[in-house]
């Protein structure tokens, strides 16, 4: 071929790649179950990437929970009132009610001296898998009102956690209603707190020691009280616990349908101890706690969407709740429902089953303050490059306005984390807060969220706290005021003297 033949052929070359290169769509062609992509002038005029820089992120949502050193009141409550009401990183009150924890912290501020154990149960998804997130906030609730231990473990454990080492031995059987290989499902309802039960007949055993794991926060390990939650058991039906070698009080009963709770108060922290069953009944739970305070349960369900509740027996439920004084119920849900929504229908198919499950725990425990902690940022590829799931910031609204309704209150951990794109960059992170499934967070990333959402809710009780010091009538004034009057009376006291009714005593 001749030189020119040859220059004017890869010329024409060039023109046919430039002609595709401006008129092919960024979002590609479809073939069939393929999608043909191609480099072209609308994808690049999309310009670079936005990256979000997480560390500036993290940076700003640990500094709305700090309050400046001041000596006055009317500053305390200036950043009250910012963070209740426009903080992004706040927990979202039903009627921006600011007395909703008011009950729950009352009694946890009084555990100790009354001498009582009062739970704060955690349902989740794989995100809390291995005591993630729950570990943060149980030992902050811990330091701060009391208490100690892992809290509620199940007799079969099926995932391993960083809290407590567990075992067991002989004849126990695990039914779940999230079930795999290793589990049953049971012809009833009767499948209590943690969603799941151990049916023993005949001689068995459940054994636990304090965990060595270098990730487990300090409170968990200490362990002085061991409870067991059973039911349907048969008459003559007996536990009895061992704890680093010593043979604690045993404890026969007779049959019953309902729930039991038996308690063994140690006089010191235990390493280990094993838990014997002799006869047969429904072992819903075993409690590993210390001391009078606060206990936190960890409650992971991997591939649940939060809309099985309500298949668990309701007077099982209630009389479970009662027995075990639980106050607060976090209920974190909405990531495993993301991949199958395609449309705002299914948002809203999705809501009512939600809501649902909302108005079912009002029911079973309506002493229990309930917390609804929606989706983290989940990351998919879009023509190569990693975004935010489409949809998933109207899931997110959806579930926080669905809660909100129910009078309950709403963390917006998808927007804590930074709104979208932000799991990607989690996971770019040096060291690492996102897994590569751009899904679920590391270790170190789970417990950025955990400190979070502990140091959010201490601000309410900070905030309770303070309260108690002042008329009702004068917090109330305070918090109706409208954001214009407050930066109003901000301008006005600069460079003047603060009345003394605004020191502290």
Not at 30 to 40: D, I, Q
Not at 400 to 411: D, H, P
Not at 417 to 437: C, F, I, W
Request: charge should be neutral; proline fraction near 4%; charged fraction near 20%.
């Amino acid at each position: 071929m001749k030189p020119a033949r040859t220059l004017l052929f890869i010329l024409s070359i060039f023109i046919l790649l430039g002609i595709g290169w401006f008129f092919f769509p960024a979002e590609g062609v479809a073939l069939g179950k393929m999608n043909l992509r191609f480099p072209s002038y609308a994808q690049d005029q999309l310009g670079p990437d936005v990256e979000l820089d997480v560390d500036s992120v993290l940076n700003n949502v640990n500094k709305s929970f700090e309050m400046n050193v001041s000596e006055t009141l009317i500053d305390s409550l200036d950043f009250y009132y910012d963070f209740l009401t426009i903080n992004p990183n706040r927990i979202h009150l039903p009627n921006n009610d600011y007395t909703y924890f008011d009950s729950m912290f009352y009694l946890m501020e009084h555990a100790v001296e009354t001498h009582k154990v009062y739970r704060v149960v955690h349902y989740g998804d794989s995100q809390i898998e291995m005591d993630r997130i729950t570990s943060v906030l149980r030992q902050r609730l811990q330091e701060m009102f009391g208490g100690s231990g892992p809290g509620m473990i199940s007799a079969v454990k099926r995932i391993s956690s960083i809290s407590v080492t567990q075992g067991y031995s002989g004849n126990l059987i695990r039914y779940a209603l999230i079930s795999d290989s290793t589990s049953h499902k049971a012809s009833h309802g009767r499948y209590g707190i943690m969603t799941q039960f151990c049916q023993t007949t005949g001689q068995a055993s459940v054994n636990f020691s304090k965990s060595k794991n270098s990730q487990a926060y300090e409170k968990a390990r200490e362990i002085s009280r061991v409870s067991v939650l059973f039911g349907n058991n048969s008459e003559g039906f007996r536990v009895a616990l061992k704890a680093d070698g010593v043979q604690e009080e045993s404890q026969t009963f007779a049959a019953k349908s309902g729930p039991s709770l038996f308690t063994w108060e140690l006089p010191s922290n235990v390493e280990k101890g094993t838990l014997s069953l002799q006869g047969s009944a429904e072992i819903y739970g075993v409690m590993l706690d210390g001391g009078y305070g606060v206990a936190v349960d960890n409650n992971a369900l991997r591939g649940c969407s939060g809309t099985i509740f309500t298949r668990i027996n309701k007077p099982l439920m209630e009389e479970s709740f009662k027995l075990t004084d639980t106050r607060m119920i976090i209920l974190q849900f909405g990531g495993n429902r993301m991949p199958m929504i395609t449309n705002s229908k299914q948002i809203s198919n999705y809501m009512s089953e939600l809501d649902k499950q909302v108005k079912y725990f009002k029911e079973v425990a309506p002493q229990a303050t309930i917390l609804f902690i929606g989706p983290a940022d989940m990351g998919k590829s879009y023509n190569g490059k990693i975004g935010t799931w489409k949809g998933l910031p109207e899931l997110n609204d959806s579930i926080k306005a669905m809660a909100l309704s129910n009078n309950i209150a709403y963390w917006d951990m998808f927007h804590v984390m930074g709104g979208e794109g932000s799991m990607a960059q989690y996971v770019k992170h040096k060291p690492q807060l996102g897994s590569p499934d751009h899904i679920h967070f590391t270790f170190l990333g789970a417990q950025e969220i955990g400190n979070q959402l502990a140091k959010s809710l201490i601000i309410y009780h900070d905030f309770y706290a303070l309260r108690k010091r002042l008329p009702d009538d004068y917090i109330y004034e305070f918090m109706s005021k409208d954001q214009e009057q407050i930066e109003q009376e901000r301008e006005a006291r600069k460079n003047k003297f603060v009345p003394t009714k605004f020191y502290y005593e």
